[in-house]
């Protein structure tokens, strides 16, 4: 994250939390799976759509290697730009935050959702997002 003249950029990366939670999510629902019903083939069903779901989820929303994925936004005071994977930035006019904790930032720009969480950017910068939005929304 760096300061330019009076606006913010960000640029993110792939979170070790949210890789976490997913995979957490994928194991419990798997072992769901297993545990609770009694028909093999049911169970094999159900594994293997979830693990063709795991492999097309984990690249597009966790890994951020999809052309869609968005890894950097640059904020000022009365726009927002988000770049993408495939080098493709769009300008909005307005943002706001639409959830802020010591671990995650939501901000809403257009029809966009971007999910910051905390260690998918630099080292201490969640909280000057965080002082950035307070202040300047």
Do not use: C
């Not at 950097?72 to 769009?90: F, Y």
């Amino acid at each position: 994250m760096t300061n330019e003249f009076d606006g913010l950029v960000v640029h993110i990366k792939t979170s070790k939390i949210y890789l976490t939670l997913s995979i957490g999510a994928y194991l419990l629902t798997l072992f769901s799976a297993w545990h609770y019903f009694y028909n093999i083939w049911l169970s094999l069903g159900i594994s293997l759509f979830l693990s063709l779901w795991l492999t097309s989820f984990l690249p597009k929303n966790v890994l951020l290697t999809q052309p869609n994925s968005i890894t950097k936004i640059a904020l000022n005071k009365k726009q927002v730009v988000i770049e993408k994977n495939n080098q493709s930035a769009k300008q909005y006019p307005g943002f706001y935050p639409t959830y802020q904790s010591r671990f995650l930032v939501i901000i809403e720009a257009g029809k966009e959702s971007v999910v910051i969480f905390k260690d998918a950017i630099d080292s201490q910068s969640l909280s000057q997002l965080n002082r950035y939005l307070n202040a300047n929304t």
